[in-house]
Structure formats: structure tokens, C-alpha cells
């Protein structure tokens, strides 16, 4: 555990929100104080179950039964696909049916609903967004034509005489009426597009949503409308007009002035096609080197502990450590820049995201902070829960572990788009956590394959989940290393995928593929205690050592 006092935050009763919780409702799922007990089990409409907070169990949400308010649906009839109640079996309109118990559904939906995401975010809203571009693209080129169109027509005029003017503005005028109604068809189709893909888009969130959730009433109320988005709308066709000037004839003027080509805006039914998800390239095979070389040593001259280190570019590195300034060095070890925590407390730890903004956690104030222009914005707060270790993904989210304020007894994954909270990652399918409790550190990193990487410390082990938060494997060290003795700390990821996980326990760094089978180690570097890690575009990995204050760069490919 980190030298680091964690304040404690007291907990309040759901009713009354003044006095301390005490006591939990495991069929209401609510926290009460003692005062407020008396008052929820006077609601003899409901049934309950009060047991002490600390004894509470995870208890089903039963959906309520649509049809009979006072009961709750804990079957589900296989042949009309609804749940149902026992007062519903028992008036015999579901005579002869077969039922499952409704807590197996989302076990048994959950292939469904991932096979309905993956088509939904890697080939129907893929298409939409293309047809999107196309459209816009469509309006573009009209734009340019029309543009081309008007000066011809007006260079025309400018060679004729006061006595065509009349036909001049006349033809103007049937340009500006052809391109309204060609606009006015791509913008229709265009809005179309648009709303089928917010439609899209909330599908996924909503199936995202149902993924994570606990909730039966979200699985079992759920409506595929991946059927009705693979039908795509005909496309509109519209034809660009060309213009043919003719020879001034002043006895055949309005014959000869020039003609503009028919307006023809036509609908192809199947001019759209579904788009096909592209193979991910592999990148080239780099091979691990017999010895890894130690490049460089940079002095950080910390004084304390040295926790994180994180690459800016292939020619600078933030870290920080156990103090409240975190430091911009160049690989010479001049200190560039200094940065000091908002709270004047020490960040947790650090992470670069893609545009080259520094972001830190700080577990004093429960935030996740990023530094633009010198000037520090809170970007996440969190309500119940401890921010350990962040990474910044391919994408641009943020994946967050943290613990919680109850003696820390729960750990989970969270991923943050900006503010907004996408994804928690807390449980297998059997329902066991994923993750130790306790406040220990739990580095991340995200693989090229999307995996999420966890080094949890306290369990001994690298937690690997995949873009779903599915597990994947976990390694617990190599057969050799003694039972007990694996430390994972920091942990990273490089081009082909590998994963490189710090083992304070034994002064090197494991190197595992992509599947979790063990590959080498590093420990021919003179490393003592090494805890932070990360790499650089060029598969260069930089290691903090937590008390000598020193950052080792390490070629190992």
C-alpha cells in the first residue's frame, strides 16, 4: 500500500441523508439509519429484507410484472419471450409453455447482445458515417459546379448586350431554382442519414449499458433494430447539368443564348452497400534481443519515492512521485517544466493523452485532473470512490481503477470518455470480483488488440480483460518465481502486443505475449525496485526505480 492517509468519506442514510447508514433493504436495495428503519417497514405494500450494511448481498432486480403491479417476474416463457409472474402462470395463459429462471437470461442474451454491438459499431455505424461523408462530399462538388455554372452563364452576358439582360437573369434564375431542389433532396436524405445514425449510436449505448448492468427489467426489454438498420435508404442520384454556349445571333437571341441540360434527381435502391469491417494490419515482427541494453540513466533527483513515468515524445518524459510536483525531463535529464497538483496533495498517478495533455489523479480530492496550458481542469470526480492509476486508450478514453470509500472493499475499471462515464469493469460472469480489494496500487495499459491490462499488486497477478471487459487470463509469474513472491507494478504495452509488468518483488520486469504465456525477463539492468513503466513510439521502455529517484531507459527488441 502506498505511504499515502486516505480520508475517509462518511457514508448517509438514502431517506434521511443526515444520519450515518447503518442498515440496508436487500429487496429495495436501499441504506438506512436506524431511525429510518422503522419508517421503510411501515410500507406494508412492499416486501422487505433489513439486514446489517456490512452483511448486505447482491439481490436480483426482479422486473415488476407489467400485468400484476404487486408481483414480480422471476420466470421467463420461452415461447412468448416475456418474463412472467406466478399469478400469470397460474391463470393458464402460458399452459404447456416451457420457462427458465429469468436471472438465466442475460447469461444466454449475452452472446446476442454482443453479436448485435460488434455489427452495430464495426459495420452499420461505420456506413452510415461514410454515407454521411459521401453526401457532404456530393453537396461540395454541387456547390463547385453551380459556382462554374453561374460564371459561364454571367461571362455570356457580359459579351451580349443590354437586350439579352431579360434572358441572362432568366436562365440565372432556373440555376438557383435547379440547385434549391437539388440541395433540397441531398439535404432531406442527408437528415435522414443523420437521425438513423443518432438512432445507431444510442443502440450501442443502450447495449453497452445492458452489458455492464445487473439490471433484468434493461436485458429483458431489449428490441434488436439491427434488421431494421441493414435495410439503407435508396440513394439519391442527381445529375450536374452542363451549360453550351452558342454564337451571338441577335435575330435567334433566346434560341442561341445557350441551354442548360434537364434537372434529373433520380433514387437508386441499392446504391448503398454495408460496409465490411477492415482487417487490423499487423506490425512488422520485432524480435527480443539476447540482452536488453541499458541506454541511458536519468537522475529525477526525488526525494522521496518515485511512483510513475509516462513518455510526452520519444524525447521527454513526465513523472512524479511522492511529493506534489510532477516534472518534464529530457532524456539529458534537464528538468524542463514543473507542475504542482491543484490540491497541493500527491498525484496518484500520471498519463499523456493523444493530443500531448498531461492527466493526473488525485485520491486526496477523488479527481481526475488534465493539465492544458499550464492550467489544471478537473475532468473527473468521482462519489464513493478512490482514483488509483489511469492510462490514456487508443481512442482517446481514459480507464481509471479505483477503490472504494467502505474500507476499500471493492476495486473495478472504469473508462471515461471526457466526463462521461462509457464502461465499469468490475466482475467475471460468475459474479466474482475481478480485481483485490484494498487501496494498492492497480497500473493499466490498453494492447494494440484493445485488451485491458491491470497489474494488480495485492492479488499477485496481471488481470487481462478484452474491449468488453470479458476476462481473457491471468498471470500470477512464472512457474520458477516462488508462490507469493510476484510484485507487479507499473505495467505497458508495445507494438506487437507484448506486456511488460515491473516485479518489485524481484528487481526485473516479466515480458508476456499477447495471451499471457511468459517470454523473457529483464534483469540483467542493474534494476532495484522498479514501479513505473511505459514505452515510446520506438518500443523503447523507460523503468522508474522507487527509491534511488532514477528513470533507466531499456532497449529490449
Known sequence: MDPLDRAQVLLLCDLCQKAPLQDHCELCQINLCKACVGE?????????????YKHR???????????????????YCEKCDIPVCSTCISLGKHHGHEFKDILQKPSFMKEFFTTDLEELEKRILPTYEEISSDLYSEKVKLEKNYEKLTSAVTKQG???????????????????EMKTKKLAALNKQEKEIKQITSEVKQSILDLKKILVSNDISLTSGYRSRNAEFRSLLPKVNVSLPSYSPHQINTDQ?????????????TTEEHGYTMKTPEAVSCPPVKPLLDEPELITTIDTRYKLSLYSVTCLNDAEIWTCGLDKIMKLYNLQGKLLKSIQTKSGDTPQDIAVTRSGDLVYTDSKTRTVNIVKNKKIQEVIRLEGWIPINVCSTSSGDLLVTMVSDDDNEQSKVVRYSGSTE????????????LYSSGN?????????????CVADFKASAVVVVNQAGTPRFKYTGHPSTKKGSFGPVGITTDSQSQILTADCDNNCIHILDQDGQFLR????????????LCEDATDNLFVTELNSGKVKKIKYM
Open 57 to 75: 448481498t447482491s439481490t436480483p432486480n426482479y422486473p415488476k410484472c407489467p400485468n400484476h403491479t404487486q408481483k414480480h417476474c422471476e420466470l
Open 158 to 176: 457580359e459579351d451580349w448586350h443590354r437586350e439579352i439582360n431579360i434572358i441572362v437573369n432568366k436562365q440565372k434564375s432556373e440555376i438557383d
Open 253 to 265: 437571341l433566346h434560341q442561341m443564348f445557350g441551354s442548360l441540360s434537364a434537372l434529373s434527381i
Open 422 to 433: 462509457k464502461q465499469t469493469i468490475q466482475f467475471a460472469s460468475e459474479g466474482k470480483p
Open 521 to 532: 525477463y529483464i534483469g540483467n539492468c542493474g534494476l532495484k525496485l522498479p514501479r513505473g
Open 40 to 52: 421503510h417497514l411501515s410500507d406494508s405494500s412492499q416486501r422487505h429484507k433489513v439486514v446489517p
Open 440 to 452: 494498492f496500487t492497480k497500473y493499466i495499459s490498453e494492447n494494440r488488440n484493445l485488451n485491458i
